[in-house]
């Protein structure tokens, strides 16, 4: 009773599949379900919305126009206009990050964004991708990343080691934010959740902070897509413009 | 249609356009590229202390690694430890000054390019 309750218990992988091959578990959990219904939101928004291609849109051919315009914009304003051939990249991972988050708020669900192994997979692809842009645009120039110009030869046997460990923290960083924001609000929820019933009448004030903090919730959900997106968007920026 | 005169028939639609386009990014521009300014104080507190403990968690691992590859344990980590607390402010500094997060100072170049435009 008291282990079907805990705060916890929402962020347990349960194999829906069981699959084993060669000794690797690849069960079809529920994380990888939430995946898939993910994606197939996405897609189904994008291709059934678009499909009417009405010159006035109705509600759900705005959320398509409206969610493409605010990347398009977000990718010229920061990566300027080289960074067209990343939009399809940058424009998938926000949505994909945004339906994650979101679809974690629908009670009884599971966030996959509150796995620290999912955000550092995506955070570990998009630094290897973003170091890989910078050698291929700038070969050997790319190692001025760790030596700011201007920079007297004398202090470079110190501040190399530290730009290198300040450009490795990147994905670290970046897959620790994500998943600690999404990880710590429906902790929160839980906890509060767990005093309702509890408190029999008085109940009702920890029920009314809930539901501020649900918005809230949706609100972050919303803000750590962004912050992902635009934090990807300037590692790309990095890596082509360099300095 | 046309009965109406274009504005000016001696401008081509190109300098039309950037017209259009300076226009809009000087009603635009202040809230266009604000990804610091947008964001809250605590948000912006949340970031900076995942910066630093991040920058000093890869310099324990990369301390914990060569000590175990070459043998001289505990000082590499000792060593790396105080670097990743190093890169960590050098972090916080930068996003704290509105550098964003390019190494080197490049973010402040790229401000000053576009109010030249």
């Known amino acids: 009773m008291a282990d079907a309750h805990s705060p916890?218990?929402?962020?347990?992988?349960?194999?829906?599949?069981?699959?084993?091959?060669?000794?690797?578990?690849?069960?079809?959990?529920?994380?990888?379900?939430?995946?898939?219904?993910?994606?197939?939101?996405?897609?189904?928004?994008?291709?059934?919305?678009?499909?009417?291609?009405?010159?006035?849109?109705?509600?759900?051919?705005?959320?398509?126009?409206?969610?493409y315009m605010f990347i398009a914009n977000l990718v010229r304003d920061t990566v300027g206009p080289e960074g067209r051939p990343y939009f399809p990249f940058v424009f998938s991972l926000f949505m994909f990050i945004l339906f994650g988050n979101l679809l974690g708020m629908i009670?009884?669900?599971?966030?996959?964004?509150?796995?620290?192994?999912?955000?550092?997979?995506?955070?570990?692809?998009?630094?290897?991708g973003v170091t890989l842009i910078g050698i291929f645009?700038?070969?050997?120039?790319?190692?001025?990343?760790?030596?700011?110009?201007?920079?007297?030869?004398?202090?470079?046997?110190?501040?190399?080691?530290?730009?290198?460990?300040?450009?490795?923290?990147?994905?670290?960083?970046?897959?620790?934010?994500?998943?600690?924001?999404?990880?710590?609000?429906?902790l929160l929820l839980k906890v509060f959740a767990g005093f309702v019933i509890p408190l029999g009448l008085l109940g009702i004030m920890p029920l009314a902070f809930l539901v501020a903090l649900t918005g809230l919730e949706i609100v972050i959900a919303f803000l750590q897509a962004f912050i992902f997106t635009i934090l990807t968007c300037l590692y790309i920026s990095d890596a082509i413009h360099l300095h | 249609m046309n009965d109406r005169k274009p504005p000016e028939p001696t401008d081509d639609f190109d300098a039309r356009l950037s017209r259009a386009r300076q226009s809009e990014q000087k009603r635009y521009g202040k809230t266009g590229d604000s990804s610091n300014q947008q964001q809250s104080g605590i948000g912006q507190a949340m970031r900076m202390g995942v910066e630093m403990v991040s920058a000093i968690a890869v310099g324990t691992a990369i301390g914990w690694l060569l000590d175990n590859w070459l043998d001289t344990s505990p000082w590499l980590k000792i060593v790396f430890i105080l670097l990743g607390a190093v890169a960590g402010m050098l972090n916080v500094y930068r996003l704290a000054s509105g550098y964003g997060y390019a190494a080197g100072y490049q973010k402040s170049d790229q401000e000053e390019d576009k109010g030249k435009n």
Not at chain 1, 24 to 30: K, L, P, R
Not at chain 1, 108 to 124: K, L, P, R
Not at chain 1, 158 to 180: C, D, H, T
């Open chain 1, 8 to 67: 916890i218990t929402q962020f347990v992988i349960k194999p829906l599949i069981p699959l084993k091959v060669g000794g690797w578990d690849i069960s079809f959990t529920n994380s990888a379900a939430f995946m898939t219904i993910s994606i197939v939101a996405i897609t189904l928004l994008m291709v059934l919305s678009m499909r009417g291609h009405a010159l006035v849109p109705n509600r759900f051919q705005s959320i398509a126009e409206m969610s």
């Open chain 1, 107 to 128: 009670p009884y669900s599971f966030t996959f964004t509150s796995h620290i192994i999912v955000t550092f997979a995506f955070a570990g692809f998009i630094f290897i």
């Open chain 1, 137 to 186: 645009k700038h070969k050997l120039h790319f190692l001025s990343f760790f030596l700011p110009p201007g920079v007297p030869v004398w202090m470079a046997p110190l501040l190399i080691p530290i730009e290198i460990i300040s450009y490795l923290s990147r994905p670290v960083s970046l897959s620790v934010r994500l998943f600690a924001n999404m990880m710590a609000g429906h």
